[in-house]
């Protein structure tokens, strides 16, 4: 299903461009993060968002930034690519409500390649 | 901080044996624990989970338990398909809500 939705799925850039990727989600749910994934090293956070007022660092924070616009809306931002940004970048959702119970809904990735 | 150990792969299996992917945990408290499944293409989804010790989480034939004196949670399932094949991730989350996951099993099946 497209409960949450990422654009574009597959971007090319080059070193030094700024670029978005964009994250929408019809599940309603208050929580939205950004996942980087990196072969052989799983997924890591690189910022959250627990409602639309509160946006928290991740992990690996550093050389990116995020805009929660809506409650479903969650976009991130490299403001200067560099190629080891080069990834696949995930968008996930979880309900508060269900609290550390709660499991994470995904979107499709978006694979990005900075050249 | 909070981390999860799962065995590396790739895992090379034939159509109908047994799977066994290990896991096992590190938290100061009693988080709950889950397993994700990401197949080629897709984002990745929750196939069980289990928020207390001695919990079973189950789904299209996986299983895995809580255990917390040995703090694992191994995924298993006794008869795999070709359409299992897809990576795997063990997950916790804990005292900040944010998920903590592995670094993936990659499961191959061959007919």
């Known amino acids: 299903d497209a409960d949450v939705t990422q654009t574009p799925r597959n971007r090319i850039t080059k070193t030094g461009k700024r670029i978005m990727l964009e994250c929408s989600q019809t599940?309603?749910?208050?929580?939205m993060y950004w996942y980087r994934q990196d072969p052989g090293l799983g997924l890591r956070l690189i910022y959250y968002?627990?409602?639309?007022?509160?946006?928290n660092k991740g992990e690996i924070s550093d050389g990116y930034s995020v805009s929660r616009q809506a409650q479903a809306k969650f976009s991130l931002s490299l403001e200067s690519a560099i190629p080891n940004q080069t990834a696949l970048y995930f968008c996930?959702?979880?309900?508060?409500?269900?609290?550390?119970?709660?499991?994470?809904?995904f979107g499709n990735g978006t694979r990005l390649t900075v050249t | 901080g909070d981390s999860v150990t799962q065995m590396e792969g790739p895992v090379t299996l034939s159509e109908e044996a047994f799977l066994t992917i290990n896991c096992t945990y590190t938290a100061t408290g009693y988080p709950s624990l889950f397993w994700y499944v990401q197949y080629p293409g897709e984002g990745l989804q929750l196939l069980l989970k289990?928020?207390?010790?001695?919990d079973k989480g189950s789904n299209k034939g996986f299983e895995a338990t809580y255990r917390k004196e040995t703090t694992s949670f191994h995924l298993e399932k006794g008869s795999v398909q070709v359409s299992d094949s897809a990576v795997y991730f063990c997950?916790?989350?804990?005292?900040?809500?944010?998920?903590?996951f592995g670094k993936g099993t990659k499961l191959t099946v061959n007919p």
């Open positions: 996930a959702t979880s309900d508060s409500a269900g609290g550390l119970h709660s499991p994470l809904h």
């Open positions: 997950a916790l989350s804990e005292f900040s809500e944010k998920l903590v």
């Open positions: 289990a928020t207390k010790a001695d």
């Open positions: 599940k309603g749910h208050d929580r």
């Open positions: 968002s627990f409602d639309v007022k509160d946006i």
